[in-house]
């Protein structure tokens, strides 16, 4: 509802200001897939690699592993 604001010459209804929505965001659900250890992925990478630690190393770091499991991992030693 508008509100009415005073001047000398009577009232002048004045616009209120509404709230836009926020958009709504669908969320897309992921399959339910079993969850990995750390461990389990640097077991299947010396798999993959043959057993060549700085293969392993490359596998495990890359961008494209850290874009599947959503977080960058770092072995530090």
């Given at each position: 509802m508008a509100k009415t604001a005073t001047r000398?010459?009577?009232s002048v209804?004045?616009?209120g200001r509404r709230v836009m929505?926020?958009?709504r965001?669908?969320?897309h659900r992921k399959a339910a897939t079993p969850a990995l250890t750390v461990g389990e992925?640097?077991?299947a990478a010396y798999d993959?690699?043959?057993g060549e630690p700085l293969e392993v190393l490359k596998l495990v770091t890359s961008?494209?592993?850290s874009r599947v499991l959503g977080r960058r991992i770092v072995l530090v030693g």
């Open positions: 000398k010459r009577g209804q004045r616009q929505p926020a958009p965001r669908t969320t992925l640097i077991a993959t690699a043959g961008s494209q592993m």
